[in-house]
């Protein structure tokens, strides 16, 4: 991570002089580590289920067979491909997580605008709905609306996408009621340019940095989320591969066929810190 | 989740001799608003466990009832007679009022599956859930703030530096991984933590660790932040100009204001640690309020699940309460922009 603006900003004295040019600054070089990490990734899961179509494929007599040539990750204690439970499990965690952000951030998008434009009592509604959620852990709304269906994904993707709509909400209508009561908006709507124009030019140019970050943060724990209800055994249910279930079903034989446990964790980690590289800034999340 | 960092304060608070007692206001005013949240997520929670159970495929009598006399000797008569004692076959809506009229007197219910009373077994679940949650929280903050402490001294030296890698490593790990890691290395390998359990005094060693890790990479970082820039502040100068000990300029002027930051960011990772809890104690089968709403969701034990969620929604409230009290303690400047959280 970079604080090194921070750094030079809080030491006392003479701010320390980079030795190397200035593309290859501490940040640029950790989010260009970071973006290549998880373009690797991100082509493994595009890519992975297309080489190894069958996740599912089991030939019971070669049972934790070791890495080879053919299986680069060997074989799990059911005789299926490790390598393609894992691409498929990636695919899996990255598509949900894409989805759930989305939904969470659309829907917070939206009820904060319309919390900040309207006011009154859509406000305090919303804001009232708000105060409530956000004493809910994520985890907890996980668990509880994922107990709807044994694990079915369009559940898990409801209760992901409620546990996180509260943030994306909170702050974009902290930030568009300052943008709306501004000079800059008054003048719009004296002009009568419609609340498109204003939407367009004035809220979305200031909301959509803070969004970007917030979503990559929402990607990375929905990632989470999801692996931790696997592994707790409360999320997708067998024999769909999941990062999370994976673990807790290789962790048994982890003196046998150690790679079944560190695939799925290597991936998982490399996962989360390919997204906290990717922010330039350390924010306080 | 943003944080808005406290200012450094004004120097005159830092001339005063005893912090002013919060008046009164200010403590009804939190109080009152954390009470309307507590009553929302009650009636929020109560309500969504309800309906999703409601929801739920295939017929609840017979899990129960798989539930209370295993597997093979589940029959129709058997989920008959169970669904008629619990009442399971009247309209939804007169057992959502039932559900919500028995939680108003503070009856929980029976397990459905062990018979029960849950709120005594609420009772257990919850303290030890305290007491994981508690030892946990005061680890990482003495290792947080004495770790965000050695940092900030030489901001941008070696274990600064350090500590920023310790943060990111803590960050990138999840819990579950952490806690595995954990168990592989004492109790795998060195032999010298047991992995599981409850009861011996070293059971909570793992379990505390995991949870403390995290937590105090988070706490590290926002001490040494907080820190540097006090150090830099007027009121640090000056005292310093005015002669007073560095030990004591360090004492009665960095350290109280640090507290100010470090408390209120306490109450943002609230959540974090209420959802450590139910992870790890999932992990260790630590026998807590996580653990107890994981199998409760498992064996859909309606009554169950709802009172380990509310006691744990039910945390997090009552802790933000006490770090916006212990907030306004500590610090007595007139506040006139809420707290995020």
């Known amino acids: ?285 | 989740m943003t944080l808005s960092t406290a200012k450094p304060r004004a120097s005159n608070s830092a001339l005063r001799r005893f912090a002013v007692p919060p008046a009164l206001a200010a403590t009804a005013s939190v109080l009152g608003r954390r009470a309307i949240q507590a009553a929302g997520v009650v009636l929020l929670v109560s309500t969504a466990c309800f309906a999703i159970v409601q929801s739920l495929p295939g017929d609840i009598a017979f899990r129960i009832a798989a539930g209370r006399y295993g597997y093979d000797q589940v029959t129709a008569a058997s989920a008959d007679s169970v669904r008629a004692e619990l009442g399971l076959d009247r309209p939804v809506w007169l057992q959502l009022v039932d559900w919500l009229a028995g939680l108003a007197s503070l009856d929980l219910g029976n397990s459905l599956v062990t018979g029960a009373s849950v709120a005594g077994e609420l009772g257990l679940h919850l303290a030890s859930s305290l007491q994981l949650a508690v030892a946990a929280l005061v680890l990482a903050l003495i290792v947080g703030a004495t770790v965000g402490a050695l940092a900030a001294a030489r901001p941008g030296g070696i274990l600064d530096r350090l500590t920023t890698v310790w943060v990111s490593a803590a960050r990138a790990l999840p819990p579950f991984l952490l806690g595995l890691a954990l168990i592989l290395l004492f109790s795998v390998h060195l032999g010298v933590l047991p992995a599981a359990g409850h009861g011996e005094a070293n059971n909570i060693v793992l379990p505390a660790a995991t949870l403390a890790v995290g937590l105090s990479g988070l706490f590290a970082r926002v001490t040494r932040d907080a820190m540097a820039q006090i150090r830099q502040s007027d009121y640090v100068r000056f005292a310093a100009t005015k002669g007073i000990g560095s030990w004591l300029v360090f004492l009665r002027h960095v350290c109280r204001n640090t507290g100010v930051t470090l408390i209120a960011y306490v109450g943002v990772q609230v959540l974090v640690l209420i959802e450590g809890v139910v992870v790890v104690e999932s992990l260790f089968a630590w026998p807590g309020l996580g653990h107890a709403l994981v199998h409760a969701i498992f064996w859909r034990d309606i009554p169950m699940i709802q009172a380990a969620a509310l006691a744990l929604a039910l945390m997090v409230v009552a802790m933000n309460t006490v770090v916006d009290l212990a907030t306004a303690a500590v610090d007595p400047r007139p506040r006139h922009k809420e707290a995020v959280l």
């Not at chain 1, 999801?226 to 067998?238: A, K, Q, Y």
Request: charged share 10%; net charge neutral.
């Open chain 1, 1 to 285: 991570m970079t604080n090194g603006v921070a750094m030079q900003e809080l030491s006392p004295g003479p701010a320390r002089v980079s030795q190397r040019p200035q593309w290859l600054a501490d940040g640029t070089a950790t989010q260009l580590i970071s973006a290549a990490l998880l373009a690797g990734l991100v082509a493994f899961a595009v890519a992975g289920p297309l080489v190894w179509p069958d996740h599912a494929l089991q030939d019971l007599s070669r049972f934790l067979e070791p890495p080879g040539p053919a299986e680069p990750l060997g074989r799990d204690h059911l005789g299926r491909s490790v390598i393609a439970r894992l691409a498929h499990a990636a695919q899996l965690s990255l598509v949900m997580a894409v989805l759930c952000v989305s939904a969470a951030l659309l829907f917070g998008t939206l009820a904060g605008i319309a919390a900040a434009w309207r006011g009154g009592w859509v406000d305090s509604v919303l804001h009232g709905l708000s105060e409530v959620f956000i004493a809910l852990p994520a985890l907890l709304v996980v668990l509880v609306v994922s107990a709807i269906a044994n694990g079915d994904l369009w559940t898990l993707c409801l209760g992901l996408a409620l546990s996180q709509w509260v943030e994306y909400f909170r702050m974009v209508r902290a930030r568009s009621g300052l943008v709306l009561a501004g000079p800059a908006v008054e003048s719009a709507g004296l002009l009568q340019l419609g609340p498109v124009h204003i939407v367009r030019r004035h809220l979305f140019p200031e909301l959509r940095p803070l969004l970007t970050t917030m979503a990559t943060f929402g990607v990375g724990s929905s990632i989470l989320a999801l692996s931790t209800l696997g592994f707790v055994g409360i999320g997708v249910r067998p024999p769909t591969p999941e990062l999370g279930l994976m673990i807790t079903e290789a962790f048994p034989f982890y003196h046998e066929a150690p790679w079944m446990a560190l695939a799925p964790v290597l991936v998982l980690t490399t996962i989360l810190i390919g997204l906290l590289g990717l922010r330039s800034k350390e924010s306080r999340a």
